[in-house]
């Protein structure tokens, strides 16, 4: 195991005080490229690092869920069937996280679960048996971290290019990448890399692949 008991769960300023026990992520933008209603398994890409960084939310012993809103069901340009597909492809691609939360609803339809609404992250939490403040929500745009922040969960925002300013100003912490995200809520891997640049051989620069790369 990469992390001691006591470096997981230091979160001091995230907005949780709890010991961190599950990162929820984003779908689209965030564990894969966005494909706009994507029903195709084919087409499922990982996002750089993402892999390798949920293997290390895994192996600190943390529990793994995805909320995703899929508002293409409301609008008739895909079936649950497809999102599923979708969702298991990307359970292969990735290792099976431990709870899904989908929302098929458009805006209009004003339920309780399309993010920026908390409903999907506070059922991965119930579902989960974990506290709002354990837990962590990762994604690309503004209505993840307002989600997030609705749910009383800490956040995470690893913007893309479709990423607007004024949201990546309006979120509390910001990563450059998947991997990057997960070294804030977990901490660097041991020995904190030193300042200036310098890596210490054998040590993960934060941001880049680690040894063995990708799986
Ligand atoms: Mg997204
Ligand atoms: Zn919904």
Known sequence: MLFSEGEVGNFAGMGG???LKAVLFDRDGTLV?????NGDPRLVRAMDHARAAVDRVR???LATGVASNQSGVARGLLSLSQVDAVNRRIDQL???????????HRQEDNCGCRKPAP??????CRRLG???DEVAYVGDIGVDVEAARAAGVRHV??????????EVECA????????????????PPTPPTPPHGQVPVGQVPVGQVPRGGRP
């Open 130 to 132: 974990v506290a709002p």
């Open 33 to 37: 490229v966005d494909v706009p209603y």
């Open 157 to 166: 925002l690893v913007p893309t290019p479709a990423t607007r300013v004024e």
């Open 17 to 19: 005080t709890g010991t």
């Open 94 to 104: 990735f290792g099976p996280f431990d709870v899904w939360e989908v929302c098929p």
């Open 172 to 187: 509390g912490v910001v990563a450059r990448d998947l991997w990057h995200a997960v070294d804030i809520l977990l901490g």
């Open 59 to 61: 192996s600190a012993g």
């Open 119 to 124: 409903g999907m992250i506070i059922n991965a």
